[in-house]
């Protein structure tokens, strides 16, 4: 099993940026690719960028990439989200997950307990 614990989180000004990890323990990880997740209250989880496991990464639109980096470093255990250029609409809770580098939350099978993105405008 893969345990994930984000950090990151904070109030930042509108157009500025923060770095999010996503730190793992646990057996396996380099297998899994790692997917970043956000939630609303009241919506589905929305995909947001996802590293595999040899290091490529994936988007889930190319405004999304314009503005976010996902990375991760194997001999740390962890995988970085760089956000940059935020808006108000990026203000949720920011999850990590373990699973298959599909853009979907079912193809996830450990979560994080998510860290919070504030936007101020």
């Known amino acids: 099993q893969v345990q994930l614990v984000e950090s990151g989180g904070g109030l930042v000004q509108a157009g500025g940026s923060l770095k999010l990890s996503c730190a793992a323990s646990?057996?396996?990880?380099?297998?899994?690719?790692i997917g970043w997740f956000r939630q609303t209250p009241g919506k589905e989880r929305e995909f947001v960028a996802a590293?595999?496991?040899?290091?490529?990464?994936?988007y889930a639109s190319d405004f999304v990439k314009a503005r976010f980096t996902v990375s991760r470093d194997n001999d740390k255990n962890t995988v970085f989200l760089q956000m940059n250029s935020l808006r108000p609409e990026d203000a949720t809770v920011y999850y990590c997950?373990?699973?298959?580098?599909?853009?979907?939350?079912?193809?996830?099978?450990?979560w994080g307990q998510g860290t919070r993105v504030t936007v101020s405008s």
């Open positions: 997950a373990a699973g298959a580098p599909l853009n979907y939350a079912g193809a996830y099978s450990y």
């Open positions: 646990g057996r396996g990880f380099g297998m899994y690719a």
């Open positions: 590293a595999t496991w040899n290091g490529g990464s994936t």
